[in-house]
Structure formats: C-alpha cells, structure tokens
C-alpha cells in the first residue's frame, strides 16, 4: 500500500524567508503527487499537482515542487513567505487519474515570525 | 463556477445517535469523495461514489455509509455515534480531467 511521510511535524519560518517543507512517498511505480494547503477551520485547498513530464511544478501562490524519482520525494518550495502562508500543508498521493482514493502525509505545521 | 458546499458546517449530537453529513459538488462533478479529518489519525479516506455508485471504499466499520444523487449530490450517515467519531469531515468532487476540490468541512462533535 502506497504511503506518505512528511517528517517535520511544525516548521518556523521568518518572513520572507525562503521554505523547503519535506514530502517522502512509498509506492511501487509513479504515482500521482499532490501539495494542499489547509487555513484553521477550513477545508483544503490544492497547491499544485504532479501527474507525469516535466518534474519541477508551479503552482499557485508562488509555490512550486519538485519530483525526484530516485529519491521518491516531491518537496515544497517558496522563495519567499509571507505571513498569509502561515497554515498546515499536507501532502497526498493517489494511485492513477480517477482512482480518488488520496493517502495523505500527516502534515506540516507553517509559522512565520515577523 | 460555485465550489464544494457541505453543509451543516457544525453539528453536536450524543452518542448512540445518527446524524447525516450533505455535500454538493460542483456543477458538472460526478465524482464525490469523503474524508474523515482527526488530530490522532489525520486525514483518511472514508469512501468515493461516482454515478451514484461506491467506487472505492477506505476501512472505516459499517457504522459508516454514504449514498449519491442523481444530481450528483451526496450524503454520509454515520450510526450508532462514538465518541471517536468526533472529526471534520470533508467532501471532496472531481470532473472528468480536474483534480480533487474539497468543500470547508462539517465539523461533528460526540459528546
């Protein structure tokens, strides 16, 4: 069964500084990889996804991600935080297009400090 | 277009009730998928149903069941309420070639 980990439970991060948030997955062949967001007390919002091609994904606000299949990660980065990023990101996996089932990581938690 | 609307947003009930979870997808979903949302075990799949028809199912008891519309409208019934069972609950709809959207939660409480 496919998994994910994401290692760091809680991240601080300075205003406008950059961020890397950390996503690992266990699955036997390229699965389909997914960054959302969640603000408290809402629902989740998707960041950006990974289907196949080109490895390094753009996503919305400023977030991008990259697929490394020998190293089986698909990391988070942002250049430069702005306290509107302060919120818990999860990262998900599902096993082909229209199978709906996501395995999600068990999320990181985003400070920023001012 | 609207997105994923659930309602209630907030729901107390006791245990040993029932209580029942609605989400509309977005106009033009076919596919409904619910999640189960804890501090303890995190987001988990509960089950999907495309076309009125339980596509996938997560391992959660019988306790746990859901239904789909023919306007594409889904419900979830969870029986014989536990304390455990206190969660977010969240919907998520998908068309033919976009990828998930999930709606803001209802919120149920067991006391």
């Known amino acids: 069964a496919q998994s994910v980990t994401q290692p760091d439970i809680h991240i601080t991060v300075s205003e406008g500084a950059s961020l890397e948030l950390r996503c690992n997955y266990s699955?036997?062949?390229?699965?389909?990889l997914f960054w959302y967001v969640q603000s408290p007390g809402q629902g989740l919002q998707l960041l950006l996804k990974y289907f196949s091609g080109d490895t390094l994904v753009q996503g919305i606000k400023g977030f991008e991600a990259e697929f490394k299949r020998s190293q089986s990660s698909f990391n988070l980065r942002k250049p430069s935080v702005h306290w509107s990023d302060a919120a818990e990101y999860f990262c998900a996996v599902g096993l082909n297009f229209g199978n709906e089932k996501l395995t999600f990581g068990t999320g990181t938690r985003l400070t920023i400090i001012p | 277009k609207a997105g994923v609307t659930q309602t209630p947003r907030y729901l107390i009930k006791t245990r040993g009730q029932q209580v029942t979870l609605s989400c509309s997808p977005i106009?033009?979903?076919?596919?409904v998928s619910w999640y189960q949302q804890t501090p303890g075990q995190g987001l988990q799949f509960l089950f999907e149903?495309?076309?009125?028809?339980?596509?996938n199912k997560g391992n959660f008891p019988g306790r746990f069941s859901g239904r789909q519309f023919s306007n594409s409208r889904s419900e979830m019934n969870v029986s014989t309420l536990e304390l455990g069972d206190s969660a977010l609950y969240l919907c998520?709809?998908?068309?033919?070639?976009?990828?998930?959207?999930f709606g803001p939660g209802t919120r149920l409480t067991v006391t």
């Open positions: 149903y495309f076309s009125e028809t339980q596509r």
């Open positions: 699955y036997g062949a390229t699965p389909y």
């Open positions: 998520a709809s998908r068309g033919d070639r976009d990828e998930q959207y």
């Open positions: 106009s033009g979903h076919r596919s």
